[in-house]
């Protein structure tokens, strides 16, 4: 069994900055790609960043340039988050993968007051 636990949400004004946390428990290795995906009320899922096993990362392009992913080798992975606006409110939830698996941590919500 795995359990990713993310840390690091709050409320915070616009132009702010937060740094997520998702740490794995559990049988997890650094072979695994994770991940950043954020949900607003009434909106769907959506790819926020990656980040694959050899450190390659993708961004959604809202957020290019203003948040970075990073990970350890281990079991860790982070989302540094500057500039924040808004749009950007949503429960953010890390997700670690490698085929077969899947696994998801129950989120962190992030509140960008105007």
């Known amino acids: 069994q795995v359990q990713l636990v993310e840390s690091g949400g709050g409320l915070v004004q616009a132009g702010g900055s937060l740094r997520l946390s998702c740490v794995a428990a559990?049988?997890?290795?650094?072979?695994?790609?994770m991940g950043w995906y954020r949900q607003a009320p009434g909106r769907e899922r959506e790819l926020v960043a990656d980040?694959?096993?050899?450190?390659?990362t993708v961004y959604a392009d809202s957020v290019k340039g203003r948040f970075t992913i990073s990970r350890d080798n281990f079991n860790a992975v982070y989302l540094q988050m500057n500039s924040l606006k808004p749009e950007d409110t949503a429960l953010y939830s890390c997700?670690?993968?490698?085929?077969?698996?899947?696994?998801w941590g129950q989120g962190t919500q992030v509140t960008v007051s105007s």
């Open positions: 980040i694959t096993s050899g450190g390659s």
């Open positions: 997700h670690a993968r490698r085929r077969p698996f899947s696994y």
């Open positions: 559990g049988s997890i290795s650094s072979t695994y790609d």
